[in-house]
């Protein structure tokens, strides 16, 4: 069933363990998110990033996610990954995303925050969750690429008054994971999670999380992380389907390519749910 990203993320929050979001382009991504949910009765959130948008359709996206989730037997969001644009914003939210994330971190925190109030006024008037970005991740994305010199971890104090000042459903902080596959070790700074934590009492974002070591995932879920975004060892899981077909055969159905493909992304998607202490929580 379709729910709103408050709904999953709140009972998260108050039972403490944490739901993953993972970034879908495309059907057999969807599948695989959606058929591991099931198999392991997870709330699940389904995130389009404005990339995602551009390559499949807005209207694409919405229709298949509204009958994956009206078909799922466990709660399902869709959520907006990264939103940049009121344009992108006001569109999702018209073709019934639930949750939107407004990323402004970009911006100094009195405009991130004045963007940020008007973009959740209009969301809850409509209904929608709304999750914001305070603090730099490091690393390259289609639309965003940070330097990790401009990459910047997250204020304590600016997360209160961001959060106190906008009425944000969740907030994504930077404790030191960046997007994209890692060079070494990510070292996470789990002081100042908990230290965020306790001051907001409210469901937390770990973005980039692909890469990072279980032990720090498992870490970070019980300091009080909500909501983790994994997109990158969704992508290598995908292709390392289609190369084990690929390179080993001269296959040319695309469903003898792309099934195997979604078979591995499940079995990752699976792994990361049971990881992240969601499993058995639909
Ligand atoms: O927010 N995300 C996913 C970012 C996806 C960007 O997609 P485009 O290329 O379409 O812009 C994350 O936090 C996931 O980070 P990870 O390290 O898991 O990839
Ligand atoms: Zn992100
Ligand atoms: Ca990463």
Known sequence: MLVTGKEILDKAHKENYAVGAFNVNNMEILQAVIAAAEETQSPVIIQTSEGAIKYAGIDYLSAMVHLAAKKASVPVALHLDHGTTYETLIKCIRNGWTSVMFDGSHFPLPENIAKTKEIVKIAHACGVSV????????????????????????????????????????????????HGKYKGEPKLDFE??????????????????????????????????????????????????????????????????????RDNMKKVVMEKMIMFGCSGKA
Do not use: W
Request: glycine share 10%.
């Open 192 to 261: 100042r999670l908990q230290t965020i934590k306790g001051l907001l009492n409210m469901p937390i974002v770990l973005h980039g999380a692909s890469g990072v070591p279980e032990d720090s995932i498992i870490k970070s879920t019980k300091l009080g992380v909500n909501k983790i975004n994994i997109d990158t060892d969704v992508r290598v899981a995908f292709t390392e389907g289609v190369k084990s077909v690929v390179t080993t055969s001269d296959e040319f159905d695309p469903r003898k390519i792309c099934g195997p493909a």
């Open 131 to 178: 999750e914001a970005e305070l603090g730099r991740l490091g690393g390259i994305e289609d639309n965003i690429s940070v330097d990790e010199k401009d990459a910047r971890l997250t204020s304590p104090d600016e997360a209160v008054e961001f959060v106190n000042g906008t009425g944000v459903d969740y907030l994504a902080i930077a404790i030191g994971t960046a």
